[in-house]
């Protein structure tokens, strides 16, 4: 979603249709846009003016367009050996695999953790290896490595571990494993200090002593190299041939898509092009766990980046959040169709789960900061027996309700384990890791849109003030909220002809929004609430057409009750166009965002 909050510096201009505070509280800009870029890129790379404009608009220049249109791996994917200690990293494995040594995996629970985790032990198993996988309870472990878990994957053989998705602050787990004997690889991308834990390897574009321009890598991008990097070594040492034949890497892109996107880092450069190679695998369903996701999710059609970050990666994260923190991690690994439906089965139940906790700790949370008030730069809530499953995603709740960055706490006995999520331009992460080198934290590490942490009980009011201080450093003026569109339709404008040729900009997410446009002065019709505190509604143009319509989760909101309440009064409605196939039929939605009238 193109929803910044950002410093009022910067934001001049005249406000899009007039729209100075929609019923979401933003301004509504439109995005610049150079209009001889635009001509430029039309007639170089031969798209429609649309295409060329929304490609002007992200700063696409005319030489990166065909590219950006076509992202190959051939051209995007870097040497993984760019990246410090990956030949030590990649030669430690290989040498494993070769001694037919086992070889261990510790993962963090989320998407992200449990892409990475599959993806290693599938790489690794087809290569010849054996190998264990340990993922870690949230409520009994918490995150990253921890010796036990260590020293129990070195007891039952591993003498090599890989830990993926975590580990670069790890530095006392990693110094009772070093003392143990075991040999352990760091694969990450969270934000490193400038110390690093004791390991044979850390391999991390976020290193401070990294040089590597993708440190927008997901871990299980990361991860994705390292198996490249692997991969040409037991080429060139032969191992592989007629008996044992070298693995196809790209058979696995789906999962490296899933993590990519459900990580929400920018889908450009590297990225972009795992991504939309990923989706075109995914499409094909050859993953049992990630079909026997859609299949629950009622995913018919192509499977495209929406479906991956708002259908089916919720799903894999309930494991982690409130059931069994391995099940997103054996879903995508197994290749029995049976099994996969069965995992499948149980992270739907926990995400019905997961929606009924959020729901419960996402309105004590609101309470509490109405009752507080205050326009400071952050938003702080912590409650007693909120469970620590679900306090991210209600971070993420706040930080778009009160357009501030956000954390939550879920206290338990003398500490609380926190979560935060952040919003463009100011680095939450970097704070986190300030206030534990400053000793308010336990535990606590991230990046510039996240970050977790534990604190104790008596540190919370203290912890509040730090990051409060830090993040207000940071900012160049207050936080004021805008909403960048890319030009208004009249509802007969929103044609299937217009969706499929805004397809091509795709994937999109983070770092490369989906176009978002304004029907004008459009008129809504038949609204009603459908599923779980969303408004659904029929939208009529001016000049006839009409389309279906929703929003997500706005029946306690403005623009909830704005669309409930209309009785026929023209709004301006901002939001995404989306094709909709529904009993055979295709039809153009839109997903609501915003709302304002018209002036």
Not at 490 to 512: K, M
Request: one cysteine or more; aromatic letters at 4%.
């Amino acid at each position: 979603m193109t929803d910044h909050s950002r410093p009022a510096a910067g934001q001049g201009g005249d406000a899009f249709l007039g729209v100075e505070r929609s019923l979401t509280g933003r301004r509504w800009l439109a995005r610049p846009v150079d209009e001889r870029l635009a001509q430029a890129i039309a007639q170089r790379v031969e798209v429609p003016d649309m295409v060329a404009r929304v490609l002007a608009s992200r700063q696409i220049g005319l030489e990166e367009a065909e590219t950006f249109l076509n992202p190959t791996l051939r051209a995007l994917l870097p040497d993984p050996f760019h990246l410090r200690d990956m030949d030590r990293a990649a030669g430690r494995l290989a040498d494993a695999v070769q001694a037919g040594a086992t070889i261990g995996i510790f993962g963090d629970y989320d998407v992200d953790g449990a892409t990475s985790s599959a993806l290693l032990s599938r790489f690794l198993c087809a290569a010849g290896a054996s190998v264990l996988v340990h993922i870690p309870d949230r409520m009994t472990e918490g995150y990253g490595p921890n010796a036990p878990a260590l020293l129990s994957l070195r007891d039952r053989g591993a003498r090599v571990v890989v830990t993926v998705d975590c580990g670069v602050t790890a530095f006392e787990p990693l110094e009772a494993a070093a003392d143990a004997g075991l040999d352990v690889i760091v694969v990450d991308h969270h934000a490193a200090e400038a110390g690093l834990p004791r390991a044979f390897a850390v391999v991390n574009p976020n290193r401070l002593d990294e040089t590597s321009p993708h440190g927008h890598l997901a871990a299980v991008g990361v991860a994705f190299l390292l198996v490249v990097a692997v991969h040409k070594l037991l080429r060139e040492r032969g191992w592989f041939g007629r008996d044992r034949p070298a693995p196809d890497l790209m058979q696995w892109l789906d999962i490296v898509a899933l993590g990519t996107i459900c990580d929400v880092v920018p889908l450009v450069g590297v990225n972009r092009a795992l991504t939309a190679q990923g989706l075109k695998v995914m499409a094909r369903r050859t993953n049992p766990g990630i079909a026997a996701l859609a299949d629950v999710g009622g995913v018919r059609e192509r499977i495209d980046a929406y479906h991956a970050g708002y259908i089916l990666g919720p799903r894999v994260n309930a494991g982690g959040r409130v059931g069994q923190s391995d099940l997103g991690q054996r879903l995508l690994s197994t290749d029995s169709g049976e099994e996969a439906a069965a995992i499948a089965a149980l992270l739907d139940g926990y995400n019905r789960d997961r929606q009924d906790l959020e729901s419960t700790v996402l309105q004590q949370a609101i309470d509490q900061v109405e009752s507080q008030g205050g326009d400071g730069p952050l938003v702080l809530a912590a409650g007693e027996n909120w469970h620590p499953g679900v306090i991210g995603i209600v971070a993420g709740r706040l930080k778009e309700r009160y357009n501030r960055p956000a954390c939550v706490i879920a206290i338990e006995g003398p500490e609380g384990k926190g979560s935060g999520r952040s919003v463009p331009g100011l680095d939450l992460g970097a704070a986190v890791i300030a206030a534990r080198q400053s000793g308010l934290l336990t535990r606590g590490g991230g990046h510039a849109m996240a970050a977790g942490f534990s604190v104790p009980r008596d540190g919370i009011e203290p912890l509040r003030q730090f990051l409060g201080e830090r993040l207000a450093a940071q900012m160049a003026g207050p936080l004021r909220p805008v909403l960048e569109l890319d030009g208004a339709l009249d509802a007969g404008g929103a044609t299937l002809d217009l969706v499929e040729t805004l397809r091509r900009i795709g994937p999109f997410g983070a770092g490369n929004a989906e176009p978002r446009f304004v029907l004008t002065a459009a008129r809504v019709v038949a609204p009603r609430v459908v599923g779980t505190g969303h408004v659904a509604c029929q939208i009529s143009g001016r000049g006839g057409g009409r389309l279906k319509a929703i929003a997500f989760r706005a029946l306690d909101t403005d623009l909830g009750h704005a669309l409930l309440a209309n009785d026929g009064t023209p709004l301006h409605l901002a939001g995404t166009l989306r094709i909709d196939n529904w009993q055979g039929n295709t039809n153009v939605q839109m997903f609501i965002d915003d709302a304002a009238p018209v002036l």
